[in-house]
């Protein structure tokens, strides 16, 4: 069955450092693969999608992450966290076919220190 | 372009009753995919919509279900509201029932169970 994990639950950088959040994901095909940020209160915001083509996909607020099929990851990362990324961010894949739901992993709380 | 709308932002209910979400999806999108947020269960897929009929549903009972509306629109509702009900209800929307597709999420709606 497809699957998704997030083996950080909580990770928290200090303001202007990089930041790399893990993402492993188990699909028997080429997966269609998400990043969404979630800040207190609010839904799901698309981050990036990679879909086919080019490893390296880059997305919104400085944002890019990297399929690596070999070890099944798509990690986000990002070169300078702004206080403002303080949020919870969540990997999925898209289940393509007949239910076209996605599959969340089960989000990593980010918290940035000044 | 306006976003994924829900209504209400809360919702206040007590054990028994029933109740009805509504999402108003991005113009120009027919699919509408609802989820369940959950404390502690993460995110679930709950049903798909696509061009007024249901796709898909997720691993929910039959009390759970909706419809979507010529216009694309969809509603959600929730009979024998139990305890465990409670959670943020997220609304998606995406241009096609493809899942090349990216869904993009509303601001969901908060149930609470008294």
């Known amino acids: 069955a497809q699957s998704v994990t997030q083996p950080d639950i909580h990770i928290t950088v200090s303001e202007g450092a990089s930041l790399e959040l893990r993402c492993n994901y188990s699909?028997?095909?080429?997966?269609?693969l998400f990043w969404y940020v979630q800040s207190p209160g609010q839904g799901l915001q698309l981050l990036l999608k990679?879909?086919?083509?080019?490893?390296l996909v880059q997305g919104i607020k400085g944002f890019e992450a990297e399929f690596k099929r070999s070890q099944s990851s798509f990690n986000l990362r990002k070169p300078s966290v702004h206080w403002s990324d303080a949020a919870e961010y969540f990997c999925?894949?898209?289940?393509?076919?007949?239910?076209?739901?996605?599959?969340f992993g089960t989000g990593t709380l980010l918290a940035v220190q000044p | 372009e306006a976003g994924v709308t829900q209504s209400p932002t809360h919702l206040i209910k007590t054990r028994g009753q029933q109740a009805t979400l509504r999402c108003s999806p991005i113009?120009?999108?027919?699919?509408v995919y609802w989820y369940q947020q959950a404390l502690g269960l993460g995110l679930q897929f709950l049903l798909w919509?696509?061009?007024?009929?249901?796709?898909n549903r997720g691993n929910f009972p039959p009390r759970f279900s909706g419809r979507q509306f010529p216009n694309y629109s969809s509603e959600l509702n929730v009979n024998a509201l139990e305890l465990e009900d409670s959670a943020l209800y997220l609304c998606?929307?995406?241009?096609?029932?493809?899942?090349?597709?990216?869904?993009?999420f509303g601001d969901g709606t908060r149930l609470s169970i008294l």
């Open positions: 919509y696509d061009e007024g009929e249901e796709r």
């Open positions: 998606a929307s995406s241009r096609q029932g493809l899942s090349n597709q990216p869904q993009h």
């Open positions: 113009s120009g999108h027919t699919s």
């Open positions: 999925a894949v898209g289940d393509g076919g007949a239910t076209n739901k996605l599959i």
């Open positions: 990679y879909f086919s083509g080019d490893t």
């Open positions: 699909y028997g095909a080429t997966p269609y």
